[in-house]
């Protein structure tokens, strides 16, 4: 069974582009749609593993339908794939639920790795996003809900300096 994956974007080019890509990818079938109402209508009678989404949507924003997901679909996976590289923007939506974090401009093999790395665990992120997430807990005091161990830091840390899902995991002998 192929993972189902839907897309949320409403430039025509992107969406056709990102759907092409990732239905002509083995193992998945994609389904995108314009905006974050017809998206979520389909989700009411079909089952979906992971959504990437945009931020800026007509109608309802992709971080108010991150929100939504979340206490209704709880576990789709969900990937914010956008051109805001603000931090507020990245905090709002990982706040929201959102699993993971990329940018439009990455390359297509980067955004079907980070569709099969948050269908194992991962948090999938453009490394200039996971620079900035590190550049958060570095500058605020730690608190019991932003304490990160030391190999959940050398991780986030490889992941801002570039290095993929998998590298790490070969570096690390991890899975």
Do not use: W
Request: charged share 25%.
């Amino acid at each position: 069974m192929s993972t189902r994956v839907i897309l949320v974007e409403d430039h025509t080019e992107i969406r056709n582009g990102l759907v092409f890509l990732i239905n002509n990818s083995s193992d998945y079938s994609c389904l995108g749609f314009a905006d974050a109402e017809s998206a979520f209508s389909y989700l009411e009678s079909q089952d979906v593993d992971v959504i990437l989404l945009d931020i800026k949507l007509p109608g309802m924003s992709g971080i108010e339908f991150a929100r939504l997901l979340r206490q209704k679909h709880p576990n789709i996976q969900i990937i914010m794939c956008t051109v805001y590289e603000d931090d507020e923007k990245i905090f709002e939506a990982l706040a929201a639920g959102a699993n993971g974090y990329l940018l439009k401009k990455s390359s297509p093999m980067v955004i079907i790795d980070a569709i099969k790395d948050v269908l194992n665990g991962s948090a999938p992120m453009s490394g200039s996003i996971a620079r900035k997430v590190v550049n958060f807990f570095q500058k605020k005091p730690a608190t019991t809900t932003h304490d990160l161990s030391m190999r959940e830091s050398e991780i986030l840390n490889l992941l801002a300096d570039g290095f993929s899902n998998k590298e790490i995991a070969d570096k690390d002998t991890i899975s």
